[in-house]
Structures are given as structure tokens and as C-alpha cells.
């Protein structure tokens, strides 16, 4: 059974920091690629950001050059770094898994984060 445990989140306010951390058990994929998706009160889930098995990553373009994304030592973890919050982040952040060979999906439950001053 594969399990995605998110910690992090919170408030923070406009222009602030906050990281958020993922780690992944019972994947069945060797090689898979991570990453965070972000669903806002009456809106689609959105992608944010991305990184693979090898390394590439993949941002929004929204988030470019204020969120980082990367895998810890242990490929099972993926950490989301955002800086210079905006009160538009604001939305429930979802830790994703997704096979590289088969693209079969994994979520965690979701965090809340909240932007506002």
C-alpha cells in the first residue's frame, strides 16, 4: 500500500517562507517521478511543481524562480522550498507520486497552506 505523509504548511505571510516535505512508502515503481499539486476553494488541481527519478524538474510558471523543488537523499522524500508567498498560494498542497513507466497516480492527503497578512 503506498502511503504519502506531507508535513509542513501553514500560515505565512506575503512575501514569506514556508517548506513543505514529503516521504513515500510501499511504491511499486522503481523509478518514479514526485511532486506537488495545489487545489484552491472552487477550483482544478494544479500542478506546481515536479522532479523525476533522474533528477529533471518541472515547475508552473507561475512558481518559477520562487519555489524549488528536490528529492531528499532518499529518493522517497520530496521537498517543496516557497519563497516570496504570494496570498494567490494560498490552497490545499497535495504530494504526488507518479510511476515513470506506468503512469499510475499517488496522493497524500493534502496540506493547508494560507497566505495572508
Known amino acids: 500500500q503506498v502511503q504519502l505523509v506531507e508535513s509542513g504548511g501553514g500560515l505565512a505571510q506575503p512575501g514569506g517562507s514556508l517548506r513543505l516535505s514529503c516521504a513515500a512508502s510501499g511504491s511499486p515503481f522503481s523509478d518514479y517521478t514526485m511532486g506537488w499539486y495545489r487545489q484552491a476553494p472552487g477550483k482544478q488541481r494544479d500542478l506546481v511543481a515536479a522532479?523525476?527519478?533522474?533528477?529533471?524538474?518541472y515547475y508552473a510558471d507561475s512558481m518559477k524562480g520562487r519555489f524549488t523543488v528536490s528529492r531528499g537523499n532518499a529518493k522517497n522524500t520530496v521537498n517543496l522550498q516557497m519563497n516570496n508567498l504570494k496570498p494567490e498560494d494560498t490552497a490545499v498542497y497535495y504530494c504526488?507520486?507518479?510511476?515513470?513507466?506506468?503512469?499510475?497516480?499517488?496522493w497524500g492527503q493534502g496540506t493547508q497552506v494560507t497566505v495572508s497578512s
Open positions: 522532479i523525476s527519478s533522474g533528477g529533471s524538474t
Open positions: 504526488n507520486l507518479r510511476g515513470e513507466i506506468i503512469a499510475r497516480d499517488y
